[in-house]
């Protein structure tokens, strides 16, 4: 059964930095890209950065460039979205998606950013 579980979200204030966690089991997560994407209130889900299976190429949406960092490690079945600087536009429940035959998507995690 194929799990993508998302983690790490909270209340930040502007300027602050938090860690997003995805624990995938299920599949072979070492031979999938995977990607988050977010859903801010009244506006529709986004891809905010994308990473391929080795993790050696990475993408990510122009709002997010140069503060945004995502990572994955193969061998805790983990990928990772190390989010700094952030601002209240950042505000959003944020996804884990991998593609296999079909796309999987997690739960989400809520993060807000406010003072």
């Known amino acids: 059964q194929v799990q993508l579980v998302e983690s790490g979200g909270g209340l930040v204030q502007p300027g602050g930095s938090l860690r997003l966690s995805c624990a995938a089991s299920?599949?072979?997560?070492?031979?999938?890209?995977m990607s988050w994407y977010r859903q801010g209130p009244g506006k529709e889900r986004e891809l905010v950065a994308e990473i391929t299976s080795d993790g050696g190429t990475t993408n990510y949406a122009d709002s997010v460039k140069g503060r945004f960092t995502i990572s994955r490690d193969n061998a805790k079945n983990t990928g990772y979205l190390q989010m700094n600087s952030l601002k209240p536009e950042d505000t959003a429940v944020y996804y884990c998606?991998?593609?296999?035959?079909?796309?999987?998507w997690g739960v989400g995690t809520q993060v807000t950013v406010s003072s």
């Open positions: 299920g599949f072979a997560f070492s031979r999938r890209a």
């Open positions: 998606y991998a593609r296999l035959l079909r796309g999987y």
